[in-house]
């Protein structure tokens, strides 16, 4: 069964300071990751996704990830951080051929001016 | 403007008193799903359609009942709510049924609280 880890439940980091939020999946398969955020009273959008290719991914706002197999890892960066970036942070995780995506608990960013 | 409506946005409601919230989306997706959202333990899917009459159970489904008799609308239907169903609701659409590749789009939520 897949599964999703988001250790850190909350990430407080100061204005333009550089930020990692981790996630780390279970799956004995080949799988295609995602970060989506959640800016505060919205839905959830998508930031990136991992299908195949490079393991290095550019999402929007600035945002990237790396895909490390070996580690199972999916870790979110950004070099510099805006207080605009305060949101919750979703990682999630599917198989290509299930209709089902597996979301991590979130991890929280609050940006200090 | 392509969008997934979810209404209402807010509802407080009794033990036992049947409810339904609904969810549209206007990009012709095929696939649907909700899902709730509580603190700690992020989204957990309920139900997904993957088609017109095509209905599958998520990870949480007890409780909660789904229809799709049109393509864009998925309606959610708590028969007998209960306080564990105090949550925040989401609806999501995507292109294809298999919704790995293709980006979910996210309604703006329903805020439940049963009493």
């Known amino acids: 069964a897949q599964s999703v880890t988001q250790l850190d439940s909350q990430v407080p980091v100061f204005e333009e300071a550089p930020v990692e939020l981790r996630c780390n999946y279970s799956s004995s398969v080949s799988v295609y990751l995602f970060w989506y955020v959640q800016y505060p009273n919205q839905g959830l959008q998508l930031l990136l996704k991992y299908l195949s290719g490079s393991t290095l991914v550019k999402g929007i706002n600035g945002f990237e990830a790396e895909f490390n197999k070996s580690q199972t890892s999916f870790h979110l960066r950004k070099p510099s951080v805006h207080i605009s970036d305060t949101a919750e942070y979703f990682c999630?995780?599917?198989?290509?051929?299930?209709?089902?995506?597996?979301f991590g608990s979130g991890t929280r960013l609050s940006i200090r001016p | 403007e392509a969008q997934v409506t979810q209404n209402p946005r807010y509802l407080i409601t009794v033990t036992g008193k049947k409810l339904t919230v609904t969810c549209s989306q206007n990009?012709?997706?095929?696939?649907m799903s909700w899902y709730r959202q509580d603190p700690g333990l992020g989204l957990r899917q309920i139900y997904y359609?993957?088609?017109?009459?095509?209905?599958d159970k998520g990870d949480v489904p007890e409780g909660y009942k789904v229809s799709r008799k049109e393509k864009r609308n998925f309606p959610l239907i708590l028969e007998s709510p209960s306080p564990n169903q105090t949550s925040l609701y989401f609806c999501?659409?995507?292109?294809?049924?298999?919704?790995?590749?293709?980006?979910?789009?996210f309604g703006p939520g329903t805020r439940l609280t049963v009493t």
């Open positions: 359609s993957m088609n017109v009459e095509v209905t």
């Open positions: 999501a659409s995507s292109l294809r049924r298999l919704a790995g590749t293709y980006e979910q789009y």
């Open positions: 990009m012709n997706h095929e696939y």
């Open positions: 999630a995780v599917t198989r290509s051929s299930a209709s089902k995506i597996i």
